[in-house]
Structure formats: structure tokens, C-alpha cells
């Protein structure tokens, strides 16, 4: 065991995680159980006893779901933090990369809060139904989001334990400066075409969530998601630091920038999220305004933002950074 | 209106069960006085727990305007309770630090009804209770038989489809006991439907069509 796994905030994290794996290994047992046996027209003592059981694991589920999106906050303020023990790191980008497990952790809890939100939006509508209308499907909801918790489990394990406080690693300078020369944009792209491409999928999305087509929703909302993340290492993100070589996601979570990448990784994930579950859920026949307005206005406010910087740097220099060739 | 079948409930303490209910099955129509009778302990209160929706059963099923009251989720059973029962308890429960008044409009403030007209049903619960000049008093200054009308009131403010009674004269002298019943016939007359759990013999001299359902040891005899 190396001397970052006795680390404070390690400890409160791991320790965190263990006892919400508990609990997630305890719903995730009763939801194949549901998923096994529920039958609301039976009025057998067994049934009775699995609509007494399911409030129960419904209500862990929620406290348990509420609990793993404060925590990934508390994981990324932590990795980020760990940057001033971790030698060459200078934020969260130099920690997460200090090891194979990281990145992959990283992916896997993003997943899972797409899959915890998923939950407590069919939780929320089933129990508005007086028959528990989406009750199995609310249950393949817990069995999968337990799945990948455990993976995550496994994964925060696997990453904190396997950091060598004793090699430096590569942060955002090294790790972005590396790229130079060769285009670390997909497909081959060039900025100005990012940044088409970045304003075309944002409205393109706008526009299909508003038209209320799901084929077409779920495409540009997934093309947008990976077009913003890169629209944001290199070019937006290069205007919240006003330096043109400062491609990092990390950085902007520190108070240096006054933790706007909160505001900005928040606005687009959740607006995102927002948009693929109204896509969900209008397969199953419900129609949830209000999930499709907010996934509008996030991915709009975090469009502003960006844009804001931009515009910002702009107007007080009259020029723009030098990363638009 | 009321359908139970095969009513089962249950109740374990420690390695312990206790048979409350034992397959009970019976109906209600629409606008029938049903008296449940039967000695302490016979399983009475059990059953009205659960036809309010207070508790779960064991087992069996439990209709009440074709709703199947003990499987609806929390948030629907707490809507239904407040629109469609009405309770009068042995105890009277009144809240001890709410005017009269305040303790009627507490069913319709849970049935989101404007405070304006929340008022005029209160004062006309009161009312038809005969209740209504203690409007303003504190139930520790009530004597039994005015708490009861002010139970009533509360319980009939709402207009439920269904009014349970949990051995409502056990706390009542003789005069306030007639005068209950005397209320109970008024409001079968006027097509309420009511279901009373009682062992008081006072109710053999009710004047009115009803039906009797004897329980012991939690089961229909």
C-alpha cells in the first residue's frame, strides 16, 4: 500500500464507497429478487411482503443514488487536490493519469451517474403510478447501475493503491505539449472545424430534443458530448485560463478559475443526461417536459459559458488566443 | 364499495406470530351501517386499521371503490385516505393545541382546499355534529361526548366515501353514547356508508337497517 492511500481525503473517500457498496450490494440482491418474483396482481403474503421490501430498497436506492452524486464532487475535488502530493502533477489531469486504472475509473463514474439519475427519474414516476407501472424496468435500472458501481468499487480500489508517489507524472503541460505537432483532434479535425461543428451539433440537438425526435436526439446529443469535450481542452477552455498551451479539463475545477468547471463539466454532463433520459422515457411512453427543458437549458448555459469566456477575452483585448489557425 | 377477500394478518414478535385476521372475507354496499361486533382482542380494530389504510395485511385483498388500498404506493394511499375515509377513533385524537375549528380544517388542509371554503365546510361539519358554538374551544376543555362530535366533524369535514368508527362509545356515558347513535342514524339516512367496530351492547337497540358481522379470534362467526 503506498503513502496516498493514507491520505484524509482518500481515507473519507474509499471508506464512503465501501459502506455505499454494502448498500448497493444489499439493493442489488433485493432488485433481482423483484425482478424474479413481482407481481402486483397477486395478493399473496409473498408479494405483500415484496411491496413492503420494495419501499424499503427503494428509499436505500435513493439515499444511496443522492449520496454517489455528491461523492463524484468529492472525488474529483480530491483527485485535484492530490496534485500537490503527486509529484509533476499540477492538477486532477496529472492524478487521474497516474495510473491505467484512472482514466477508465473516471469513465466508469460518469456512466454511473448517468445510470443513478436514470434511476431516480423512473423511481419518481413509477411511484406517481398507482400500480408501480415501471417497477421491473426501475429494477434492471438498480441491478445494472449496482453492476457498474461494484466495477467502480473495484476500480477506486485498483487506482488509489497503484499511485507511486515516487515517479513524477505527466500533467497537462507535459501531457498536452506531447501532442504537438501531431493533431490530437478526432477525425482529423482542425479547430475552426471543431468549433462549426461544436455550434452546429448544440443547435442540431436543440432542435431535434425540441422536435421531439429520438433517433435523431440521441445522436447529436451523443456527437455533441464528445465534439464539447474536446471543444473545451482546446480551444474554451484555453480562454478560462487565457493561455493559448493550457489544454487541461482539470485545472478550471481549482479555485485559481473559480471552480467554473464545475459550472461548466456540470452543465454539459447533466444537460446531456437530462436529454438521453427524456429520450428514455418517451420510448416508455412518457412524455417528461420538463426533463427535456432542462437538458435544453443546460447544454444553452453551458454553450453561454463558453462562449461567454471567449467573447470576455475578446472584448478586453481586442484579439483572439492564437489557437485558431 | 368494500371488498376484502380472504383477509389474512399476521403479526410476529420475536420468533412469535400471531394470527390477527383469518381469512376474512366479506362486501359493503354503497350506503350500508355495518357493525363489526365481537369482544377485545377479537381482531376489530386490526380490520379497520386496514380498511383505513393505517396498516398492511398478511395477506388478501382489500378493495375500496375498486382501489386496491393496501397495495397503492405511500403517496397515493396518504391522497386516498384524506379524500375517501373518514375515521372516528376510541381516543376521539383530537389535536390537543388546535381550536375545534382548526382540528375539522386539518383533513382538508392535507385535501388542499382553499382556507375560504376549507372554513365553510368546517363550520358546516360542526354543525351537522352540533358542535358548531365550541368552535373556538381547545379539546382539553371539552367534555367526551363534545370531543366526539368534534371527532365526527372531522371525520365526516371531507366527505369520505367511507366512515370508520373504532369503538366510538367506549369513552362515552350512556346520554352521549344514544346521542352518538342517534348522529350515526342521521348519517346512514343521509346515504353515508359506515362500518363501526364495537363490543358495546348499546348498539343492539339501533333503529335502523344494518348489518352485523361478529368476529372471533379473527375470524367471521
Same mark, same amino acid.
Given at each position: 500500500?503506498?503513502?496516498?492511500?493514507?491520505?484524509?481525503?482518500?481515507?473519507?473517500?474509499?471508506?464512503?464507497?465501501?459502506?455505499?457498496?454494502?448498500?448497493?450490494?444489499?439493493?442489488?440482491?433485493?432488485?433481482?429478487?423483484?425482478?424474479?418474483?413481482?407481481?402486483?396482481?397477486?395478493?399473496?403474503?409473498?408479494?405483500?411482503?415484496?411491496?413492503?421490501? *420494495?419501499?424499503?430498497?427503494?428509499?436505500?436506492?435513493?439515499?444511496?443514488?443522492?449520496?454517489?452524486?455528491?461523492? /463524484?464532487?468529492?472525488?474529483?475535488?480530491?483527485?485535484?487536490?492530490?496534485?500537490?502530493?503527486?509529484?509533476?502533477?499540477?492538477?486532477?489531469?496529472?492524478?487521474?493519469?497516474?495510473?491505467?486504472?484512472?482514466?477508465?475509473?473516471?469513465?466508469?463514474?460518469? =456512466?454511473?451517474?448517468?445510470?443513478?439519475?436514470?434511476?431516480? !427519474?423512473?423511481?419518481?414516476?413509477?411511484?406517481?403510478?398507482?400500480?408501480?407501472?415501471?417497477?421491473?424496468?426501475?429494477?434492471?435500472?438498480? !441491478?445494472? *447501475? *449496482?453492476?457498474?458501481?461494484?466495477?467502480?468499487?473495484?476500480?477506486?480500489? %485498483? #487506482?488509489?493503491?497503484?499511485?507511486?508517489?515516487?515517479?513524477?507524472?505527466?500533467?497537462?503541460?507535459?501531457?498536452?505539449?506531447?501532442?504537438?505537432?501531431?493533431?490530437?483532434?478526432?477525425?482529423?479535425?482542425?479547430?475552426?472545424?471543431?468549433?462549426?461543428?461544436?455550434?452546429? /451539433? #448544440?443547435?442540431?440537438?436543440?432542435?431535434?430534443?425540441?422536435?421531439?425526435?429520438?433517433?435523431?436526439?440521441?445522436?447529436?446529443?451523443?456527437?455533441?458530448? !464528445?465534439?464539447?469535450?474536446?471543444?473545451?481542452?482546446?480551444?474554451?477552455?484555453?480562454?478560462? #485560463?487565457?493561455?493559448?498551451?493550457?489544454?487541461?479539463?482539470?485545472?478550471?475545477?481549482?479555485?485559481?478559475?473559480? #471552480?467554473?468547471?464545475? /459550472? =461548466?463539466?456540470? %452543465?454539459?454532463?447533466?444537460?446531456?443526461?437530462?436529454?438521453?433520459?427524456? !429520450?428514455?422515457?418517451?420510448?416508455?411512453?412518457?412524455?417528461?417536459?420538463?426533463?427535456?427543458?432542462?437538458?435544453?437549458?443546460?447544454?444553452?448555459?453551458?454553450?453561454? =459559458?463558453?462562449?461567454?469566456?471567449?467573447?470576455?477575452?475578446?472584448?478586453?483585448?481586442?484579439?483572439?488566443?492564437?489557437?485558431?489557425? | 364499495?368494500?371488498?376484502?377477500?380472504?383477509?389474512?394478518?399476521?403479526?410476529?414478535?420475536?420468533?412469535?406470530?400471531?394470527?390477527?385476521?383469518?381469512?376474512?372475507?366479506?362486501?359493503?354496499?354503497?350506503?350500508?351501517?355495518?357493525?363489526?361486533?365481537?369482544?377485545?382482542?377479537?381482531?376489530?380494530?386490526?380490520?379497520?386499521?386496514?380498511?383505513?389504510?393505517? $396498516?398492511?395485511?398478511?395477506?388478501?385483498?382489500?378493495?375500496?371503490?375498486? $382501489?386496491?388500498?393496501?397495495?397503492? @404506493?405511500?403517496?397515493?394511499?396518504?391522497?386516498?385516505?384524506?379524500?375517501?375515509?373518514?375515521?372516528?377513533?376510541?381516543?376521539?385524537?383530537?389535536?390537543?393545541?388546535?381550536?375545534?375549528?382548526?382540528?375539522?380544517?386539518? @383533513?382538508?388542509?392535507?385535501?388542499?382546499?382553499?382556507?375560504?371554503?376549507?372554513?365553510?365546510?368546517?363550520?358546516?361539519?360542526?354543525?351537522?355534529?352540533?358542535?358548531? +358554538?365550541?368552535?373556538?374551544?381547545?379539546?382539553?376543555?371539552?367534555?367526551?361526548?363534545?370531543?366526539?362530535?368534534?371527532?365526527?366533524?372531522?371525520?365526516?369535514?371531507?366527505?369520505?366515501?367511507?366512515?370508520?368508527?373504532?369503538? @366510538?362509545?367506549?369513552?362515552?356515558?350512556?346520554?352521549?353514547?344514544?346521542?352518538?347513535?342517534?348522529?350515526?342514524?342521521?348519517? +346512514?339516512?343521509?346515504?353515508?356508508?359506515?362500518?363501526?367496530?364495537?363490543?358495546?351492547?348499546?348498539?343492539?337497540?339501533?333503529?335502523?337497517? +344494518?348489518?352485523?358481522?361478529?368476529?372471533?379470534?379473527?375470524?367471521?362467526?
Amino acid at each position: 500500500m503506498n503513502s496516498l492511500f493514507l491520505n484524509n481525503q482518500v481515507i473519507v473517500y474509499i471508506f464512503s464507497e465501501t459502506v455505499l457498496a454494502l448498500l448497493t450490494l444489499i439493493i442489488f440482491v433485493m432488485a433481482l429478487k423483484f425482478i424474479r418474483y413481482w407481481d402486483f396482481n397477486s395478493f399473496s403474503n409473498f408479494q405483500l411482503k415484496l411491496e413492503k421490501e *420494495a419501499n424499503l430498497v427503494m428509499t436505500i436506492a435513493t439515499f444511496l443514488f443522492t449520496l454517489k452524486l455528491l461523492l /463524484l464532487i468529492y472525488f474529483v475535488y480530491t483527485i485535484d487536490n492530490l496534485s500537490l502530493i503527486v509529484p509533476g502533477a499540477m492538477c486532477g489531469a496529472g492524478v487521474i493519469s497516474a495510473n491505467d486504472y484512472g482514466m477508465t475509473l473516471l469513465f466508469v463514474k460518469i =456512466i454511473v451517474i448517468f445510470g443513478l439519475l436514470l434511476f431516480l !427519474v423512473v423511481n419518481h414516476y413509477d411511484l406517481l403510478g398507482k400500480n408501480y407501472p415501471l417497477f421491473r424496468f426501475k429494477s434492471w435500472v438498480i !441491478v445494472t *447501475a *449496482a453492476l457498474l458501481i461494484f466495477g467502480e468499487f473495484y476500480l477506486d480500489i %485498483s #487506482y488509489f493503491t497503484n499511485i507511486d508517489t515516487s515517479v513524477p507524472v505527466s500533467c497537462c503541460s507535459a501531457l498536452f505539449g506531447n501532442l504537438e505537432g501531431a493533431n490530437p483532434l478526432p477525425f482529423g479535425l482542425d479547430i475552426k472545424m471543431l468549433l462549426v461543428l461544436f455550434f452546429t /451539433l #448544440y443547435f442540431g440537438a436543440v432542435v431535434a430534443l425540441y422536435l421531439e425526435s429520438r433517433l435523431l436526439s440521441t445522436l447529436l446529443l451523443a456527437l455533441f458530448g !464528445v465534439i464539447a469535450y474536446y471543444s473545451v481542452v482546446y480551444f474554451f477552455g484555453t480562454y478560462v #485560463y487565457e493561455l493559448p498551451t493550457h489544454k487541461c479539463p482539470f485545472c478550471m475545477l481549482q479555485k485559481e478559475y473559480n #471552480y467554473i468547471g464545475y /459550472l =461548466i463539466w456540470g %452543465s454539459l454532463f447533466f444537460g446531456l443526461y437530462f436529454g438521453f433520459i427524456w !429520450v428514455i422515457m418517451s420510448l416508455r411512453s412518457y412524455k417528461l417536459e420538463r426533463i427535456k427543458l432542462a437538458s435544453i437549458l443546460l447544454l444553452t448555459l453551458f454553450v453561454a =459559458i463558453n462562449s461567454f469566456y471567449v467573447a470576455n477575452y475578446y472584448l478586453h483585448n481586442g484579439v483572439l488566443l492564437e489557437n485558431i489557425k | 364499495m368494500v371488498e376484502v377477500e380472504n383477509l389474512n394478518k399476521i403479526y410476529t414478535v420475536g420468533s412469535k406470530q400471531e394470527k390477527v385476521l383469518d381469512g376474512i372475507t366479506f362486501h359493503i354496499q354503497k350506503g350500508e351501517l355495518v357493525l363489526l361486533r365481537g369482544v377485545s382482542g377479537s381482531g376489530k380494530t386490526t380490520l379497520l386499521s386496514i380498511l383505513a389504510g393505517m $396498516e398492511k395485511p398478511s395477506s388478501g385483498k382489500v378493495l375500496i371503490d375498486s $382501489e386496491p388500498i393496501s397495495k397503492l @404506493p405511500d403517496i397515493h394511499l396518504s391522497h386516498f385516505r384524506a379524500k375517501k375515509i373518514g375515521m372516528v377513533f376510541q381516543h376521539f385524537n383530537l389535536i390537543e393545541n388546535l381550536t375545534l375549528l382548526d382540528n375539522v380544517l386539518v @383533513p382538508l388542509v392535507a385535501n388542499r382546499v382553499g382556507l375560504k371554503e376549507a372554513k365553510e365546510m368546517a363550520l358546516a361539519a360542526l354543525k351537522n355534529a352540533r358542535i358548531e +358554538h365550541k368552535k373556538d374551544a381547545y379539546p382539553n376543555r371539552l367534555s367526551g361526548g363534545e370531543k366526539q362530535r368534534g371527532a365526527i366533524a372531522r371525520a365526516i369535514v371531507a366527505k369520505p366515501s367511507l366512515l370508520l368508527c373504532d369503538e @366510538p362509545t367506549a369513552n362515552l356515558d350512556s346520554k352521549n353514547s344514544q346521542s352518538f347513535i342517534e348522529q350515526l342514524m342521521q348519517m +346512514h339516512k343521509e346515504g353515508q356508508t359506515i362500518v363501526v367496530a364495537t363490543h358495546d351492547p348499546i348498539f343492539e337497540t339501533l333503529e335502523c337497517e +344494518h348489518r352485523i358481522i361478529d368476529i372471533k379470534n379473527g375470524k367471521i362467526v
